[in-house]
Antibody, heavy 119, light 109 residues
Framework: EVQLVESGGDLVEPGGSLRLSCAASGLTVSIAWMSWVRQAPGKGLEFVGRIKSKTDGGTADYAAPVKGRFTISRDDSKNTLYLQMNSLKTEDTAVYYC??????????WGQGTLVTVSS | QSALTQPRSVSGSPGQSVTISCTGTSSDVGGYNYVSWYQQHPGSAPKLVIYDVSKRPSGVPDRFSGSKSGNTASLTISGLQAEDEADYYCCSFAGTLYVFGTGTKVTVL
């Protein structure tokens, strides 16, 4: 059974940085296409970015609102996905979900971790 | 990439059918057969209910069905049940990344 467990959400001031983690079990993150999706309080889902499997190049792509500020990476030895968030803005406040993305579908989701950007 | 357009809310009585539309462009919904739908209950993570326009994952009731015509995809819930009351989001591949719909609240009267 695939399980994704996010952590690292916190209250941070505008301009600050935060790193989210997503520990995976039941799948190997290095050979999976993984993504981050966020949901602002009371709002809809927003695709943040995606990292390809190592065998497919391992590169990451990002949505326009976070490009240049957010970075997706992984630690194969820990089977963990990360989201490094820099230059945080109040509009980045959201629950952040880690998820698998395969052949056009987001099949497995974590439970989410809350990031609050506020002074 | 702009969000796909969904109605804000739809409602129906138990046993009835409801259909949710999801309108995009030729760069997303109309350009790929990678449309998926997600059900989200309050306080929970989204759950995949339809992928590749019309396929159901194992365990999803056959009351859920999907279709697509041009730049518009649709999710139909037949035989509406109380547990179907939730928010529903469509999602489409858009060439490199994915774009979600604006979300629809389904209310069971």
């Amino acid at each position: 059974e695939v399980q994704l467990v996010e952590s690292g959400g916190d209250l941070v001031e505008p301009g600050g940085s935060l790193r989210l983690s997503c520990a995976a079990s039941g799948l190997t993150v290095s050979i999976a296409w993984m993504s981050w999706v966020r949901q602002a309080p009371g709002k809809g889902l927003e695709f943040v970015g995606r990292i390809k499997s190592k065998t497919d190049g391992g590169t990451a792509d990002y949505a326009a609102p976070v490009k240049g500020r957010f970075t997706i990476s992984r630690d194969d030895s820990k089977n963990t996905l990360y989201l490094q968030m820099n230059s945080l803005k109040t509009e980045d406040t959201a629950v952040y979900y880690c998820a698998t993305v395969t052949s056009g579908r987001i099949a497995y989701w974590g439970q989410g971790t809350l990031v609050t950007v506020s002074s | 990439q702009s969000a796909l357009t969904q109605p804000r809310s739809v409602s129906g009585s138990p046993g009835q059918s409801v259909t949710i539309s999801c309108t995009g462009t030729s760069s997303d919904v109309g350009g790929y057969n990678y449309v998926s739908w997600y059900q989200q209950h309050p306080g929970s993570a989204p759950k995949l209910v339809i992928y590749d326009v019309s396929k159901r994952p194992s365990g999803v009731p056959d009351r859920f069905s999907g279709s697509k015509s041009g730049n518009t995809a649709s999710l139909t819930i037949s035989g509406l049940q109380a547990e179907d009351e939730a928010d529903y989001y469509c999602c489409s591949f858009a060439g490199t990344l994915y774009v979600f719909g604006t979300g629809t609240k389904v209310t069971v009267l």
